[in-house]
């Protein structure tokens, strides 16, 4: 009898161990989300910044200036990573294109205050794939963890879900002006 009731208590400790495990993984989780916003908050603000830098010499590039306001406005009103981090990207590809149009404005190349802007968009744009790795790294130990035996029965009973990996899906295009920014 006193075996039986050992058992059980053990049976009860593990299943708080691995409960309090998924927790802490999942805080983790979220914790690096919310690393990630803070980057992709920080590059809109800059890019922002950059714009308003730009528009005194690219007077004629008013369509471009309007695409950037209206991603920062998805990016903003997007209500997960998932979310936000598309619109970063289609904001990035506006970026492409207004790098591509600084080309033709000389002064702007020269510009202190936009070649300044541009390198710190570009170390930010480094921060946020290190901190999307360490969310994707993250996510993978945690769906594992929910998987293996017999985690996945405790994780099932207490209404823990796998959560999803942040996928972007670059074009090669997308990929080259990473490299070249």
Do not use: C
């Amino acid at each position: 009898m006193i075996e039986l009731w050992l058992i059980v208590i053990l049976l009860i400790f593990y299943s708080i161990m691995i409960y309090n495990n998924l927790v802490s993984m999942k805080e983790r989780i979220r914790n690096s989300a919310a690393q990630i916003d803070v980057f992709l908050k920080k590059r809109t603000d800059m890019i922002t910044n950059l714009v308003e830098s730009v528009k005194a010499y690219m007077k004629h590039e008013k369509d471009l200036f309007e695409k950037i306001t209206e991603y920062r406005t998805r990016f903003l009103n997007a209500t997960n990573v998932q979310d936000r981090i598309e619109a970063s990207n289609m904001l990035s590809q506006t970026l492409k294109t207004l790098f591509a149009v600084s080309e033709n404005y000389p002064d702007l190349k020269a510009s202190y205050n936009f070649t300044y802007l541009k390198q710190q968009i570009a170390d930010v744009e480094k921060d946020i794939a290190v901190t999307r790795v360490v969310y994707n790294d993250m996510v993978q130990k945690y769906n594992t963890t929910l998987k293996i035996f017999p985690n996945f029965i405790i994780a099932a009973i207490m209404g823990f879900k796998e959560e999803p990996y942040l996928n972007l899906n670059l074009s090669s295009e997308d990929r080259e002006f990473r490299i070249k920014f």
